[in-house]
Antibody
Framework: EVQLVESGGGLVQPGGSLRLSCAAS????????MHWVRQAPGKGLVWVSR????????SYADSVKGRFTISRDNAKNTLYLQMNSLRAEDTAVYYC?????????????WGQGTLVTVSS | SYELTQPLSVSVALGQTARITCGGN??????VHWYQQKPGQAPVLVIY???NRPSGIPERFSGSNSGNTATLTISRAQAGDEADYYC?????????FGGGTKLTVL
């Protein structure tokens, strides 16, 4: 059974940093592109970032470019999102999602999400 | 940047057919994916690449895509289909979601 379990969310002050983790199991993690998607309270889904299967290629939404860094450890079956210079508008539930084996596509499995609150 | 337009809400009578649209410039040239999200839960993929159903998704869910509009069709709507539905495409290495449609089953 495919499982994605996020952790690392919490309350952080504006300008602070946080690192999210997503532990994957039930599939060959190193074969899949992975993504982070966020959802502000009461709002819609917004894609944040993606990383290819071996970690050699990444891309970001304009709203987080230069502040967030996606990475992965295929030996540990874990996806990360390092978030720096956090702003109030980054407050959201952050989901990790499994992409496809090759290229951009759909997100077929999602974690339960972890809440990040940026507030003083 | 590419935009996807969905109606804020759609209502359907129990047992009838609901159609949720997703509008975008020449969206017919893109692969469209659809997600269902119930309150307090993570999204679930219900249609991928325009019209394909993942395993476990009922045949009542179908999709189409042509021109400037993609459509998610839910036949024989059930109370359990009440949820928010989002369409999604890729444009210039960026994933784009529609704003979401709240489906109400009356």
């Amino acid at each position: 059974e495919v499982q994605l379990v996020e952790s690392g969310g919490g309350l952080v002050q504006p300008g602070g940093s946080l690192r999210l983790s997503c532990a994957a199991s039930g599939f060959t993690f190193s074969s899949y592109w992975m993504h982070w998607v966020r959802q502000a309270p009461g709002k819609g889904l917004v894609w944040v970032s993606r990383i290819n299967s071996d970690g050699s290629s990444t891309s970001y939404a304009d709203s987080v470019k230069g502040r967030f860094t996606i990475s992965r450890d295929n030996a540990k079956n874990t996806l990360y999102l390092q978030m720096n210079s956090l702003r109030a508008e980054d407050t959201a539930v952050y989901y990790c999602a499994r992409g496809e084996v090759v290229g951009a596509g759909h997100f077929d499995y999602w974690g339960q999400g972890t809440l990040v609150t940026v507030s003083s | 940047s590419y935009e996807l337009t969905q109606p804020l809400s759609v209502s359907v009578a129990l047992g009838q057919t609901a159609r949720i649209t997703c509008g975008g410039n020449n969206i017919g040239s893109k692969n469209v994916h659809w997600y269902q999200q119930k309150p307090g839960q993570a999204p679930v993929l219900v249609i991928y690449r325009d019209s394909n159903r993942p395993s476990g998704i009922p045949e009542r869910f179908s999709g189409s895509n042509s021109g400037n509009t993609a459509t998610l069709t839910i036949s024989r709507a059930q109370a359990g289909d009440e949820a928010d539905y989002y369409c999604q495409v890729w444009d210039s290495s960026t994933a784009v979601f529609g704003g979401g449609t709240k489906l109400t089953v009356l």
